[in-house]
Nanobody, 127 residues
Framework: VQLQASGGGLVQTGGSLRLSCASS????????MGWFRQAPGKEREFVAG????????YYVDSVKGRFTISRDNARNTMYLQMNSLKSEDTAVYYC?????????????????????WGQGTQVTVSS
């Protein structure tokens, strides 16, 4: 499956952005999806995950209540609505996919558990 992330940009503290991840190549609803981010000098970290059906979601504590992950299987697209952005949210954001056949728990959030990655989109939050 090919993934294309978009929607990043420059936003002020407290602002909002919506990231999109478009999928092509294989049946989108066969994949659990996730968002990760990587700030300069830091390791890539999990942000949010969503099951293939959209019924289950999971967030890292630092974004709970501010970010919302969703998906539209008819449009082969996943989203990340980011509100109340903070300077520490500045990073390159990546979308990722893994086959639902792996039957991983939604809380399995390691980068190695995901098989496919998009190219990343830069999010910069300025104060």
């Amino acid at each position: 499956v090919q993934l294309q992330a978009s929607g990043g940009g420059l936003v002020q503290t407290g602002g909002s952005l919506r990231l999109s991840c478009a999928s092509s190549g294989r049946t989108f609803e066969n994949y659990d999806m996730g968002w990760f981010r990587q700030a300069p000098g830091k390791e890539r970290e999990f942000v949010a995950g969503i099951s293939w059906s959209g019924h289950s979601t999971y967030y890292v504590d630092s974004v709970k209540g501010r970010f919302t992950i969703s998906r539209d299987n008819a449009r082969n697209t996943m989203y990340l609505q980011m509100n109340s952005l903070k300077s520490e949210d500045t990073a390159v954001y990546y979308c990722a996919a893994r086959s639902k056949e792996k039957a991983y728990s939604i809380v399995k959030i390691t980068t190695s558990s995901y098989d496919y990655w998009g190219q990343g989109t830069q999010v910069t939050v300025s104060s």
